[in-house]
């Protein structure tokens, strides 16, 4: 025969493993993928794009590849491509969302201010 605190103990931890699987379930679902060009040319560039993408509003993950010029985010419905271009803009990088801002582009190192189809280095 089963007692009160026995019964009791099994409740509370199969309410606590519902819970878990069900915010488990939900945050998964509230994530995207999106991705689009950007365009550089070095590490120095990768480590720039994928911060200024970071900055933005519901990205957890970015991930920029030099060979392809293709950025892959990960994050929350909250995150708008347009704004995480816009961001990126501001950091001197043209995507195919936005232009570079002149501002961001003088900043970069001479290296990384180029021309689309420059050489990766």
């Given at each position: 025969?089963?007692?009160i605190s026995q019964i009791f103990?099994?409740?509370v931890l199969s309410f606590f493993i519902i819970l878990g699987a069900s915010l488990t379930m939900s945050a998964q679902a509230d994530n995207q993928t999106i991705s689009f060009k950007v365009y550089g040319v070095c590490g120095e560039c990768k480590e720039r794009i994928e911060s200024a993408a970071l900055d933005s509003k519901g990205v957890k993950k970015a991930e920029w590849d030099?060979?392809?010029d293709m950025l892959v985010l990960v994050g929350s419905s909250k995150m708008d491509k347009l704004k995480v271009a816009k961001s990126i803009s501001k950091a001197g990088y043209?995507?195919?969302f936005a232009k570079a801002d002149k501002k961001g582009y003088d900043k970069l190192p001479g290296c990384c201010q180029f021309v689309e189809g420059a050489d990766k280095h």
């Open positions: 025969m089963k007692t103990y099994k409740s030099i060979q392809t043209n995507s195919e």
